[in-house]
Structures are given as C-alpha cells and as structure tokens.
C-alpha cells in the first residue's frame, strides 16, 4: 500500500526532531521554548543535548569516578526539569542526550550520528557581544559539518514575541 502525499506529510511533521543545546546561558531558554512552540504547532519533538566537559584528571580514581557521578546526576535532574517543560507545552516527552566532551564537538558528532535531528535550535546571545561561540564555530569554520537546517532564535525575544513567529 503506497502512502498518498498527505500522509506523507503528516508521517514528516510528526517525525521532525527539534534538537536544542542545554547549556548554562540564559539564552537556552527562549531556544528551548522555541523548539517546543514549533514542535506543538508544527509537528514534531524536542531533543535535549547536555554536554558535561570532562572531569580533569585526579590522582585518586575513586574522587574523580565520584565527581563524575555527581555532574551526571546534576546534568539528569537538570534534563528532568527541563523534560517536563517540554511535556508540557508540546505534550511529549523529549528525546535526551548526555555526552562528555567539548560541546560543539560533541553536537557535530550528534548531528552525524542521528539521522532524527531535523532542525537545529540556537538562541544568539542578547547583549552586544556577539552571537556566541556555539554559533559563531557553527556559522563559521564548522559550517560544513552541519548537515540540518539551523534556527537562531534572536535570544532577547519574549514569550509573547515567539509565540507569534511560530
């Protein structure tokens, strides 16, 4: 049985993943709730990336095994919360991801990686310094090894101006 172009389309807007970096700006937020406005109105699902830099070497294994547990643990109640945000507004759970490593190295492996990811969801910085390092390595001399569309939010952007541009 073939697929009509409707349903097509439908299979498209349900299957789009709406990938956003979780790191500690205050821009990640309006890049979060963006992708979760475009996930509800348009279709599709969030996916969350957390990227933990990794812990330095330690003379004593059992300190830095116990280190790591605990920037993991942080970094799942962190996605948890964030996760019910994301519930929230587009009625599904989010896909999470947690790697260790240097995050824009991490995000193009990703990208690479799963074939899920449609979109690409950045907020720019507000103030006057630039868009960021993510977006600036992105736009910039990495460009060629993002293989999905990407979205920069301008991240001074409120609640009521995102939900009118999605």
Known sequence: MTETAAEKAATARRDRVFLVVV??????EVALRYACLRAR???GRVALLRV????PMIEWAGVGAMM??????????LLSGLGAQVQEITGSLPIVVIREGEPRDELLTLLEEDPRISILVLASAAGSGGPGPLISALTGRYAARVRVPMTIVPGG?????????T
């Open 68 to 77: 790591e547990e605990e920037r993991r643990e942080e970094a799942e109640k």
């Open 157 to 165: 952007l409120d609640d009521k101006e995102l939900e009118r541009v």
């Open 52 to 55: 933990m830099e990794p812990v």
């Open 23 to 28: 790191d500690d700006s205050p821009e990640r």
């Open 41 to 43: 109105n348009g279709g």
